[in-house]
């Protein structure tokens, strides 16, 4: 079940990655940033860092942040991925928001150099 459960989490970061060679070579030089409300326990941060594992897994350095510290940042950090307390527009390759909290941020970063995709996870099993 864990297998066919990171499977689906890297089908789901595939979505959002660019598929030609120097695309991919434009967001290996620069972080994907992935933006959480909290780092605590729970549903929506969770998910975030099943897709950083994945991610990881596929080559890529993400970077992390959140609008609230937790106990959760830890485990970012052990999966591999910059916790970042400031964003830097430069260096963001996408971002992916994992609630509507964060949607205000990822909008205003929308408005710098670099590629927009919008996606949505539908619940179907």
């Known amino acids: 079940m864990l297998a066919k ?7 789901v970061c595939r979505r959002f990655l660019l598929d030609s060679p ?7 030089m620069k972080q994907p940033l992935l933006l959480s409300h909290q780092f605590t326990y729970s549903g929506a ?3 975030l860092l099943a897709m950083a594992r994945a991610m990881r897994r596929m080559g890529y350095q993400p970077a992390v942040a959140s609008l609230q510290d937790g106990t959760l940042k830890t485990d970012f950090i052990a999966a591999g991925c910059e916790v970042w ?3 830097d527009p ?13 949607l205000d941020i990822a909008l205003g ?11 949505y996870m539908s619940p179907r099993r």
């Open 45 to 47: 941060p969770l998910a």
């Open 109 to 119: 970063l929308r408005r710098t150099a670099f590629p927009w995709r919008s996606g």
């Open 22 to 28: 120097s695309e991919a070579a434009y967001h290996r």
């Open 85 to 87: 307390t400031r964003i």
């Open 5 to 11: 459960h990171l499977a689906k989490t890297q089908a």
């Open 90 to 102: 430069r260096r963001v390759a996408f971002v992916v928001a994992n609630t509507i909290l964060t």
